[in-house]
């Protein structure tokens, strides 16, 4: 470690240095090239689009009817409510089989852990499939059931770090103050850990509100399902780019808000007073002897 890291200079950390002079150098390469591209790219596929007359009048028009708006928001609410619904229920669910991987009866372990890694591994549209056609489940209870199933079982095993990552001595203490172990889960494990989780726990429920668009594949009538009923009923060709012009921000709007939503919470969390460490003054001359002066 150098004088810069011990010294605790903003820019190096445990883990890496200051970059010199020729690697800033490097970096703005990178930095430069990569913009370079990332704009040819976009350049190019705004030359496609005037090409193609995407932005004509003609082609944009239909959207300020109010029965296409209406079918927009429609969808959009179905989605934001089976989102509702999968989030809540997926947190809920992936708080039990958490606490059944961490029972210490060894037959809850083992069937917790069972279904945990059943429904990790198997495909989210798999399962939302099989609901509806097999079991003849409705759309929204089919999609919201997958939806859970998958990212419950993932939540758990994120629960289950959270709840591990916890230091030793937290858990010896509390037994030592006559604590049961649910008293100890509550009060002194879930609250410290959720504060480490909180970043992750929401990663995970803008995985959760994207896979929402599967919906439209058995027919339930969301944001997407709008789209495509919209772009089918369009006289021009390719009607499907302006709508999804028009829906693809909605979707990278509402995951950046839940990205800036848990960037903000995380960092809240690390200004919380109750995290910070405690100020120690500095030593002072004295005596270390009882009665000393």
């Known amino acids: ?37 990332i704009l040819a790219l976009l350049g190019w596929i705004g030359y496609l689009l005037f090409d193609t007359d995407q932005f004509t009048a003609g082609k944009w028009s239909p959207f300020a009817y109010t029965g296409i708006q209406r079918l927009l928001l429609t969808g959009l609410g179905n989605t934001l409510k089976a989102f509702a619904y999968a989030s809540v229920l997926s947190l809920a669910l992936g708080a039990v089989l958490a606490t059944g991987r961490l029972s210490a009866h060894r037959p809850v372990r083992w069937a917790a852990t069972l279904c945990v890694e059943f429904f990790r591994a198997m495909p989210v549209l798999v399962m939302i499939f099989f609901i509806f056609v097999a079991l003849k489940v409705q759309p929204l209870p089919a999609l919201v059931a997958g939806l859970t199933l998958y990212n419950g079982s993932v939540l758990a095993e994120v629960f289950r770090t959270g709840i591990n990552a916890v230091e030793r001595g937290q858990r010896e203490a509390a037994y030592a103050l006559g604590m049961r172990k649910t008293q100890v889960m509550t009060f002194v494990l879930a609250p410290q850990a959720v504060r480490a989780m909180l970043p992750t726990i929401i990663s995970q429920l803008v995985v959760a509100l994207k896979d929402t668009s599967l919906g439209f594949l058995i027919t339930y009538e969301e944001f997407l399902h709008a789209g495509k009923l919209i772009a089918s009923n369009l006289d021009y060709d390719l009607p499907f780019i302006p709508v999804v012009m028009i829906i693809s921000p909605v979707y990278i709007g509402m995951c950046m808000l839940l990205s800036w939503f848990a960037t903000r919470m995380a960092r809240r969390q690390r200004r919380n007073p109750k995290t910070e460490a405690a100020h120690v003054g500095p030593a002072e001359a004295g005596s270390l002897l009882p009665g000393g002066p």
């Open 1 to 37: 470690m150098t004088a810069h890291a011990l010294h605790g200079d903003p820019g190096s950390t445990a883990l890496y240095d200051i970059p010199g002079p020729r690697a800033r150098r490097r970096h703005f390469l990178y930095g430069t090239v990569s913009t370079a591209v």
